[in-house]
């Protein structure tokens, strides 16, 4: 059974730091892109980041850029969103998903699998 288990939300105050991680079991995920969505109270599912499956290529939504980084480590099938300077705009339940395809996408159809999601809220 494939799985993708965020783990590293919490409550943190505005300009501070958290690092998301996503885990992968049931499959290797190291051929595969992957990416971080956020769904904040009372709105739909956004793109935040994206990765390729050897990091060659990585996406990030404007609202993050230059803030959060993406990365991933294939041999331990885990990837991750380092998340600085945050904003109460950021908080959300944060999504880790991973594709069929190699490539990056911030397009939330195209990815195959999710996990359940790590929930972030930044104080003011």
């Known amino acids: 059974q494939v799985q993708l288990v965020e783990s590293g939300g919490g409550l943190v105050q505005t300009g501070g730091s958290l690092r998301l991680s996503c885990a992968a079991s049931g499959r290797t995920f190291s051929s595969n892109g992957m990416g971080w969505f956020r769904q904040a109270p009372g709105k739909e599912r956004e793109f935040v980041a994206s990765i390729s499956w050897n990091s060659d290529s990585t996406y990030y939504a404007d609202s993050v850029k230059g803030r959060f980084t993406i990365s991933r480590d294939n041999a331990k099938n885990t990837m991750s969103l380092q998340m600085n300077s945050l904003v109460p705009e950021d908080t959300a339940i944060y999504y880790c998903?991973?594709?069929?395809?190699?490539?990056?996408?911030?397009?939330?159809?195209?990815?195959?699998?999710w996990g359940q999601g790590t929930p972030v809220t930044v104080s003011s």
């Open positions: 998903a991973a594709r069929v395809r190699s490539a990056a996408s911030y397009r939330q159809s195209s990815y195959d699998y």
